[in-house]
């Protein structure tokens, strides 16, 4: 993978577009699980991995 530090004011699209690009799609799941578990730690949710909110609810449907 290639790195570039990008200096306040520059553009960062072409960057961005070059960098994800050159990624496989496996590749750039990896890179994004890893920033969610980042953000993650940065707010104060660590612990195990986070996991998909499991709404239930059970809907009666009663006949006219």
Known sequence: MSQRLVQRGESERPFDREFWSQLTPEQRGECLWDMVLEARELKGLGG???????SVARLLHRGA
């Open 48 to 54: 195990g991995e986070p996991r998909l909110q499991r």
